[in-house]
């Protein structure tokens, strides 16, 4: 059993990486939002998922137009990067004015009722726009970079297996952290990031010492969904296939992994990904060997609710955040 | 001349029950004589929203109002071959109330999100699934398995108690949880329950997995088979009125302000001597069991049970009917589960089959991406949007209930003398 | 003799001590006021005693027996009711909703009772229904009785919490800055019913207030506190008179004035 385990484990470390990484970054689009306005932002799976078919969009575009053998395969990348993180930027901040801004004084249950009602809609949305174009609803583009590496790991000996990947894996990994390591530096180094900081704070003496507020929240807004939607690129780069319902249960999966390294906590978002992409890959590709074909992999979501509701429960400023007492 | 009208109407009771038996003859008729016609069924059962705002006694409302579906909805409803049709809808529109009127316990009384609560139902469904079929020998022996048909009235009960343990055990953790994650733990565990019922046929196969159960056996009283929807539409009415008789004595009782104390403000609440755990696992609890019975009938009615039934998508969409009706609004959640069950099964396939006949006359062309009955996570999306930032309380808000103060005063009036004269002084008191 | 008693009460926030071995104890059937400037540990000391805080070091007894670690509701149970500086009520519930759960622990109808709607269910929300009346009238509320909570003017809030802390019947009733936001005649007003219910109930009420009228006008014992330490105590005339109190927290112009 120990070396069917060592065997795959290259493997699931490599999956997870990846997996995790795309948690990460998504975690830190609810991480911001939370931050700041307290608020579950349940659309945020869905602005991921958007990112992914405005990707795959502009993919399908730049093929049909026949650019893309016209043009490095960096440059397009770069390209759909950029329109998608644009997009989805806007409609963070679109979303934000509308289903939360007017309800910011409202009781909490409300605005997370807005906010579900946000995410539903964006489903059906983009499938509209996607069955209309292509008439499905399932859509797939080439992908750049798919040519498949392997990782020797089995030369180092023991009963480790080889590792399987593609070129768009370390892409994927090597964007994700680039993202997330700008990002840490834009929130701890730049006049806005620092904004950001104090009125996730204390919003009210952020107001007073003449910090545009509404201003400092689209910007959250804008920042946590572009990263959203980059992260939908580099998914669907990477899996080749989306749909618009992608984005619910990753965006549970992203927001436990958000919970988990301690709401507000920008580096904890970053372990929390990591973390549950490793769990989940271990757990499918080896629960059933553990429990000897009892539990199979189908079990692997189960995991991550799993970790969510015992760090809520038993800590739930979670590993890397404070506890915070309401106020009496 | 139309204010005079209006007035005059508030006034005499006589002329509005004249005006609700006109209406409703007149719908009675329209329904009984065309064959099926989904407008004329709508505007029947919409004459109990009259009867809502009429000014009688609330128990002749109530007692029209059982009338009214005892007798005249399945009535008007058996003139044409599509008896049936209207019957499904009817008691699928009975089973829907009662879920929503059990989440509004808990969203609406309590104040907290569940996202999972289409899970009580799975559990109410498949406790009566597993045990009126051969499913329950795959894991138990006993000669006395499967159960009967006439088990069923047993397991309406047994299936509500059932989710509700569910609703404590499921509870017990997750209420410690502080309030917006609340919402986010709840969904998790709605998940997971569906996940684990769609792979529970191994090791010991006891739900059968994604293949569902089938089979399952008709309700049997006394012999007499319950198989048509007109048969269950009785059964579900009976449950209905015992869940609304539960919620409207829990809704101003001690525990029922305990629920929305908590809402209000739950420190205030806990300083006032409520335990907070404890009510809202009553609030769980009571919810869970309601949808538990309603998924003994349906698991009964559809003889088939699997786990796609049971989805967020459902636990979102008795959401949408308490918040569309007026969260803690008796009255609201039922009109607002009628009109969301109304709107998924007859509205939206109506207007599918009128676009797609107009499609092939060749007058317009809607394209199948934006065929209506496909359209349930668009409109409930925006329905949950617009609803929460402009009409938070719904179609018909919560009232608060208003005591009578001359009866207080006329009640208090010999008691405080006696309180006040010993004393000697009067309001001021010494400066 | 002493009703409540706490002795070496400590509290932490992170690294700050917002309460720092305070030792303490209320006489029964007095009004007792805690003062002291802002951020002093007046409410911390009020979360303290009802549960809503859990101490890091000490003690507080209610009439000999220890209430620490004990739930909000628990504490709630043994005697202690509470109003709070920023205003808690039911919002959306009745003024009368408000005082009727203010009686939780009074009544008894329990989830069964209720369902199975037994006779004296019904007597006991009657007869409910009736004392929350008259606790309303004694606050001078019962006009309100049908209102919305949150609608009603501020200084009727402030009465509605105390009716409904009063509505538990406690032993010790904690008054949270009952008179902020009031204007002069609602602080006379509040003055007087607190007189009130004290001579009439007998009941030990433990205060913080500002209001420097209010507080020497009421109070038959004065604990004062800075920095989450207790400074000094008295009757309100040695209070006045301390030196340690004038300067931490009269100021210089009470020094002039005194």
Redesign the interface.
């Given at each position: 059993m120990i070396s069917d385990l060592l065997h795959s484990l290259p493997q699931v470390l490599v999956d997870g990486l990846t997996l995790g990484a795309v948690y990460a970054v998504v975690a830190i689009g609810y991480t911001l939002v939370y931050g700041i306005l307290?608020?579950?932002n349940f659309a945020h799976g869905e602005i991921f998922m958007s990112g992914a078919f405005i990707g795959t969009a502009v993919m399908l575009m730049f093929e049909s137009a026949g650019w893309l053998g016209a043009m490095p395969g960096w440059l397009a990348y770069m390209l759909i990067m950029a329109a998608a993180m644009l997009v989805t930027g806007l409609m963070g901040v679109g979303i934000e004015r509308?289903?939360y801004r007017?309800?910011r004084s409202?009781?909490?249950?409300?605005?997370?009722?807005?906010a579900?009602?946000?995410?539903?809609?964006?489903?059906?949305?983009v499938?509209?726009i996607a069955?209309?174009s292509t008439?499905s609803?399932l859509i797939s583009s080439s992908t750049l970079y798919n040519d498949n590496l392997q990782l020797r790991v089995s030369k180092l000996g023991g009963s480790l297996g080889d590792a399987f990947l593609k070129t768009n894996t370390v892409i994927l990994i090597v964007v994700a952290v680039l993202l997330m390591v700008g990002l840490d530096l834009f929130v701890k180094r730049t006049k806005w990031g620092i904004a950001m900081r104090a009125v996730a704070q204390d919003r009210e003496t952020a107001a007073l010492m003449s910090i545009n507020v509404n201003k400092v929240i689209a910007l959250t807004f804008f920042i946590g969904s572009a990263l959203g939607g980059a992260t939908g690129v580099l998914f669907a780069q990477q899996y080749g296939t989306v749909d618009p319902f992608i984005g619910?249960?990753l965006g549970?999966k992203a927001?436990?992994a958000a919970?988990l390294g301690g709401i507000g906590s920008i580096r904890g978002a970053m372990f929390g990904g990591l973390f549950i992409g490793m769990v989940e890959m271990f757990a499918s590709a080896n629960l059933g060997v553990l429990t000897s074909?009892?539990?199979?992999g189908?079990?692997k979501?189960?995991f991550a609710?799993?970790i969510?509701?015992v760090v809520?429960?038993f800590k739930?400023e979670g590993l890397f955040g404070k506890a915070v007492k309401?106020k009496? | 001349m139309m204010d005079k009208l209006i007035t005059g109407l508030q006034g005499s009771k006589y002329a509005q029950a004249a005006l609700l038996a006109l209406f409703v003859a007149l719908t009675c008729a329209w329904v009984f004589l065309m064959d099926k016609s989904v407008v004329a069924f709508l505007l029947l059962l919409s004459s109990l929203l009259l009867l809502h705002y009429t000014s009688f006694p609330t128990k002749i409302k109530w007692a029209v109002g059982g009338v009214m579906l005892l007798l005249v909805v399945p009535f008007a409803t058996s003139g044409g071959a599509s008896h049936e049709a209207y019957m499904e809808v009817a008691t699928q529109c009975g089973i829907f109330i009662a879920m929503a009127l059990g989440l509004n316990v808990v969203?609406g009384f309590a104040?907290l999100?569940d996202?999972g609560f289409v899970a009580f139902f799975a559990v109410g469904a498949y406790t009566y699934a597993i045990f009126s079929t051969p499913q329950a020998t795959e894991f138990m022996s006993g000669g006395w398995l499967p159960l009967t048909g006439s088990y069923f009235w047993l397991f309406i009960f047994i299936g509500g108690f059932i989710a509700s343990l569910f609703g404590i055990l499921l509870g017990l953790?997750?209420l410690?949880?502080?309030?917006?994650?609340l919402?986010?733990?709840t969904?998790?565990?709605g998940?997971?329950t569906r996940?684990?019922f769609?792979?529970l046929d191994?090791?010991v196969n006891i739900t059968n997995g994604a293949l569902g159960i089938s089979s399952i056996q008709a309700p049997n009283l006394f012999g007499y088979h319950f198989t048509f929807p007109h048969q269950f539409y009785f059964i579900v009415i009976a449950i209905l009125a015992l869940v609304i008789l539960?919620v409207k004595?829990?809704e101003h009782?001690?525990?029922g302000?305990?629920w929305?104390?908590i809402?209000?403000?739950e420190?205030?609440?806990?300083?006032?001597?409520?335990?907070?755990i404890r009510t809202k696992l009553?609030a769980f609890a009571?919810g869970a069991s309601f949808s538990g019975m309603m998924g003994v009938v349906f698991a009964a009615k559809q003889t088939f049970v699997d786990p796609t039934s049971f989805t967020?998508l459902e636990s979102?969409t008795i959401?949408v009917m308490v918040?569309l009706g007026g969260m803690?609004s008796v009255p609201g959640v039922i009109l607002g589960a009628c009109v969301i069950t109304l709107l998924n099964l007859q509205v939206l396939t109506e207007i599918t089959l009128w676009l797609n006949q107009l499609t092939m006359q060749g007058i317009i062309k809607v394209?199948?991406?934006?065929s209506p009955s496909k359209?349930?996570?668009?409109i409930?999306?925006?329905?949950?949007?617009?609803f929460?930032?402009f009409r938070?309380n719904g179609l018909i808000a919560?009232r608060?209930?208003?005591?009578d103060?001359g009866r207080?005063?006329a009640?208090?009036a010999p008691?405080?003398a006696k309180l006040r004269d010993p004393?000697g002084h009067g309001e001021?008191?010494?400066? | 003799m002493t009703i409540l008693k706490v002795a070496g009460l400590v509290k932490r926030f992170g690294g700050v001590v917002g309460m720092n071995g305070v030792d303490y104890a209320f006489p029964q059937g007095a009004i007792s006021a805690i003062i002291g400037p802002n951020g002093s540990g007046k409410t911390t000391f009020f979360n303290l005693v009802?549960g809503?805080y859990t101490p890091d070091e000490g003690n507080i007894e209610l009439e000999g027996k220890s209430i620490v670690k004990l739930?909000?509701?628990r504490i709630?149970?043994l005697g202690i009711?509470?109003t709070?500086q920023n205003i808690?009520?039911?919002?959306?519930?009745?003024v009368?909703?408000n005082v009727?759960?203010?009686m939780?622990?009074q009544?008894k109808?329990?989830?069964f009772g209720?369902?199975l709607?037994l006779p004296f269910?019904k007597r006991e929300?009657a007869g409910a229904?009736?004392e929350a009346?008259?606790l309303l009238?004694y606050v001078g509320l019962?006009e309100f009785?049908?209102e919305?909570a949150d609608s009603l003017p501020y200084g009727a809030q402030r009465r509605l919490e105390i009716a409904?802390?009063m509505?538990?019947k406690p032993k010790v009733l904690l008054l949270d800055e009952p008179a902020a936001g009031m204007n002069p005649r609602e602080t006379l007003e509040l003055i007087?019913l607190i007189?009130?219910i004290q001579?009439?109930t007998s009941l030990t009420i433990l205060l913080i207030e500002h209001d420097m009228r209010l507080v020497m006008g009421l109070a038959e014992r004065i604990m004062v506190l800075d920095y989450g330490t207790k400074i000094a105590e008295g009757t309100p005339d040695e209070i006045r008179a301390n030196p340690k109190v004038i300067e931490a927290y009269l100021g210089k112009s009470a020094v002039a004035k005194g």
């Amino acid at each position: 059993m120990i070396s069917d385990l060592l065997h795959s484990l290259p493997q699931v470390l490599v999956d997870g990486l990846t997996l995790g990484a795309v948690y990460a970054v998504v975690a830190i689009g609810y991480t911001l939002v939370y931050g700041i306005l307290e608020l579950i932002n349940f659309a945020h799976g869905e602005i991921f998922m958007s990112g992914a078919f405005i990707g795959t969009a502009v993919m399908l575009m730049f093929e049909s137009a026949g650019w893309l053998g016209a043009m490095p395969g960096w440059l397009a990348y770069m390209l759909i990067m950029a329109a998608a993180m644009l997009v989805t930027g806007l409609m963070g901040v679109g979303i934000e004015r509308v289903a939360y801004r007017p309800l910011r004084s409202a009781p909490k249950l409300i605005s997370l009722i807005s906010a579900i009602g946000v995410s539903f809609f964006l489903q059906d949305l983009v499938r509209f726009i996607a069955e209309l174009s292509t008439g499905s609803y399932l859509i797939s583009s080439s992908t750049l970079y798919n040519d498949n590496l392997q990782l020797r790991v089995s030369k180092l000996g023991g009963s480790l297996g080889d590792a399987f990947l593609k070129t768009n894996t370390v892409i994927l990994i090597v964007v994700a952290v680039l993202l997330m390591v700008g990002l840490d530096l834009f929130v701890k180094r730049t006049k806005w990031g620092i904004a950001m900081r104090a009125v996730a704070q204390d919003r009210e003496t952020a107001a007073l010492m003449s910090i545009n507020v509404n201003k400092v929240i689209a910007l959250t807004f804008f920042i946590g969904s572009a990263l959203g939607g980059a992260t939908g690129v580099l998914f669907a780069q990477q899996y080749g296939t989306v749909d618009p319902f992608i984005g619910y249960v990753l965006g549970i999966k992203a927001f436990t992994a958000a919970v988990l390294g301690g709401i507000g906590s920008i580096r904890g978002a970053m372990f929390g990904g990591l973390f549950i992409g490793m769990v989940e890959m271990f757990a499918s590709a080896n629960l059933g060997v553990l429990t000897s074909g009892n539990f199979g992999g189908e079990y692997k979501d189960v995991f991550a609710f799993a970790i969510l509701i015992v760090v809520l429960i038993f800590k739930p400023e979670g590993l890397f955040g404070k506890a915070v007492k309401e106020k009496v | 001349m139309m204010d005079k009208l209006i007035t005059g109407l508030q006034g005499s009771k006589y002329a509005q029950a004249a005006l609700l038996a006109l209406f409703v003859a007149l719908t009675c008729a329209w329904v009984f004589l065309m064959d099926k016609s989904v407008v004329a069924f709508l505007l029947l059962l919409s004459s109990l929203l009259l009867l809502h705002y009429t000014s009688f006694p609330t128990k002749i409302k109530w007692a029209v109002g059982g009338v009214m579906l005892l007798l005249v909805v399945p009535f008007a409803t058996s003139g044409g071959a599509s008896h049936e049709a209207y019957m499904e809808v009817a008691t699928q529109c009975g089973i829907f109330i009662a879920m929503a009127l059990g989440l509004n316990v808990v969203v609406g009384f309590a104040g907290l999100l569940d996202l999972g609560f289409v899970a009580f139902f799975a559990v109410g469904a498949y406790t009566y699934a597993i045990f009126s079929t051969p499913q329950a020998t795959e894991f138990m022996s006993g000669g006395w398995l499967p159960l009967t048909g006439s088990y069923f009235w047993l397991f309406i009960f047994i299936g509500g108690f059932i989710a509700s343990l569910f609703g404590i055990l499921l509870g017990l953790p997750v209420l410690r949880v502080k309030g917006d994650y609340l919402a986010i733990v709840t969904l998790g565990f709605g998940e997971i329950t569906r996940i684990i019922f769609n792979n529970l046929d191994k090791p010991v196969n006891i739900t059968n997995g994604a293949l569902g159960i089938s089979s399952i056996q008709a309700p049997n009283l006394f012999g007499y088979h319950f198989t048509f929807p007109h048969q269950f539409y009785f059964i579900v009415i009976a449950i209905l009125a015992l869940v609304i008789l539960c919620v409207k004595r829990l809704e101003h009782s001690r525990l029922g302000r305990s629920w929305k104390a908590i809402r209000d403000n739950e420190i205030a609440a806990q300083s006032s001597g409520i335990p907070l755990i404890r009510t809202k696992l009553t609030a769980f609890a009571v919810g869970a069991s309601f949808s538990g019975m309603m998924g003994v009938v349906f698991a009964a009615k559809q003889t088939f049970v699997d786990p796609t039934s049971f989805t967020y998508l459902e636990s979102i969409t008795i959401l949408v009917m308490v918040l569309l009706g007026g969260m803690g609004s008796v009255p609201g959640v039922i009109l607002g589960a009628c009109v969301i069950t109304l709107l998924n099964l007859q509205v939206l396939t109506e207007i599918t089959l009128w676009l797609n006949q107009l499609t092939m006359q060749g007058i317009i062309k809607v394209p199948h991406a934006l065929s209506p009955s496909k359209m349930q996570r668009f409109i409930f999306g925006a329905v949950l949007i617009l609803f929460a930032i402009f009409r938070p309380n719904g179609l018909i808000a919560a009232r608060n209930r208003k005591v009578d103060e001359g009866r207080l005063r006329a009640a208090n009036a010999p008691v405080s003398a006696k309180l006040r004269d010993p004393s000697g002084h009067g309001e001021g008191g010494s400066s | 003799m002493t009703i409540l008693k706490v002795a070496g009460l400590v509290k932490r926030f992170g690294g700050v001590v917002g309460m720092n071995g305070v030792d303490y104890a209320f006489p029964q059937g007095a009004i007792s006021a805690i003062i002291g400037p802002n951020g002093s540990g007046k409410t911390t000391f009020f979360n303290l005693v009802s549960g809503i805080y859990t101490p890091d070091e000490g003690n507080i007894e209610l009439e000999g027996k220890s209430i620490v670690k004990l739930k909000p509701d628990r504490i709630a149970r043994l005697g202690i009711a509470r109003t709070f500086q920023n205003i808690r009520l039911f919002g959306k519930m009745t003024v009368l909703e408000n005082v009727l759960c203010g009686m939780h622990l009074q009544l008894k109808a329990g989830l069964f009772g209720t369902l199975l709607h037994l006779p004296f269910v019904k007597r006991e929300e009657a007869g409910a229904a009736l004392e929350a009346y008259r606790l309303l009238e004694y606050v001078g509320l019962a006009e309100f009785l049908n209102e919305q909570a949150d609608s009603l003017p501020y200084g009727a809030q402030r009465r509605l919490e105390i009716a409904r802390a009063m509505a538990s019947k406690p032993k010790v009733l904690l008054l949270d800055e009952p008179a902020a936001g009031m204007n002069p005649r609602e602080t006379l007003e509040l003055i007087e019913l607190i007189k009130r219910i004290q001579k009439e109930t007998s009941l030990t009420i433990l205060l913080i207030e500002h209001d420097m009228r209010l507080v020497m006008g009421l109070a038959e014992r004065i604990m004062v506190l800075d920095y989450g330490t207790k400074i000094a105590e008295g009757t309100p005339d040695e209070i006045r008179a301390n030196p340690k109190v004038i300067e931490a927290y009269l100021g210089k112009s009470a020094v002039a004035k005194g």
